[in-house]
């Protein structure tokens, strides 16, 4: 189950090919309103299908925010963009030990809603996947 909830949050935040841009009105209404209702005061929402699930991208204080619904209004999870400044010291020091010299293409936060936290850098095409405390889990190509 934990496997399966990080690759939908990988999948969400590194964008499938698989993965259908669409209008918001096409996403079923039992989504949207659960979305408007947590977050009545967004703009620039773009939402995506994904397998059976909506994602939706959009601005909260200046900062990208991705969630995702399944078709009945569930929350499955969020996500958020983070500084390299504000990642755990561990994944700094793994960063720091076994790519010294690489530059990291983006860092986020993933919550799953039974509020287990990873984390997803981006590094030379591959995504190297921590927990909330900071250890190293594994490597997934892109």
Excluded: C
Excluded at 19 to 37: C, G, L, R
Excluded at 65 to 86: C, P, Q, R, W
Aim: positive net charge.
């Amino acid at each position: 189950m934990k496997k399966v909830l990080l690759s939908l949050l990988l999948l969400s935040f590194f964008t499938a090919v698989q993965a259908q841009k669409m209008a918001a009105d096409a996403v079923p209404k039992k989504v949207t309103v659960a979305f408007d209702k947590s977050h009545p005061t967004t703009t620039k929402e773009e939402w995506t299908k994904i397998d059976n699930n909506y994602e939706v991208k959009f601005l909260l204080n200046k900062k990208e925010k991705h969630l995702m619904y399944d078709k009945t209004g569930v929350l499955v999870f969020n996500e958020s963009k983070i500084a390299l400044s504000t990642i755990p010291a561990a994944i700094k020091k793994y960063l720091d030990t076994n790519f010294p010299e690489q530059e990291v293409d983006g860092i986020v936060k993933m919550t799953a809603m039974n509020s287990s936290l990873s984390y997803a850098v981006e590094i030379n095409g591959s995504n190297l996947i921590f927990d909330a405390q900071g250890n190293y889990l594994r490597t997934e190509k892109k």
